[in-house]
């Protein structure tokens, strides 16, 4: 059974931190993994990414704070977030693109939601 799990979001205090974790499993090869948001009443954006080759990318408005890393012996994908803005407030989603049991996939995780508030 494939699946994607995103923990450890929760509420903080503006300049506060948070690490996301994402975890998959079934999955026999990845090579997309991404961290996206949805705010309130906005659009799912995507945040960070990395690919099979390691290369991350990262929207501007995240440079600099956010560092998304990955640990291939747990299949897991982490976002640590620092400097947190009241504006970063969201469900954070993970997506992984890969082969699994039935061939390709691209599949999310239900999302850890991120709020931060004074």
């Known amino acids: 059974q494939v699946r994607v799990v995103e923990s450890g979001g929760g509420l903080v205090q503006p300049g506060g931190s948070l690490r996301l974790s994402c975890a998959h499993s079934?999955?026999?090869?990845?090579?997309?993994m991404a961290w996206h948001r949805q705010a309130p009443g906005k659009a799912r954006e995507l945040v960070a990414s990395?690919?099979?080759?390691?290369?991350?990318d990262y929207i501007d408005s995240v440079k600099g704070r956010f560092t998304l890393s990955r640990d291939n012996a747990k299949n897991t994908v982490y976002l640590q977030m620092n400097s947190l803005k009241p504006e970063d407030t969201a469900i954070y989603y993970c997506?992984?693109?890969?082969?699994?049991?039935?061939?390709?996939?691209?599949?999310w995780g239900q999302g850890t939601r991120v709020n931060v508030t004074s």
């Open positions: 997506n992984v693109k890969g082969v699994g049991p039935s061939g390709g996939l691209d599949q």
């Open positions: 990395v690919s099979s080759g390691d290369n991350i």
């Open positions: 079934g999955i026999f090869y990845v090579y997309f």
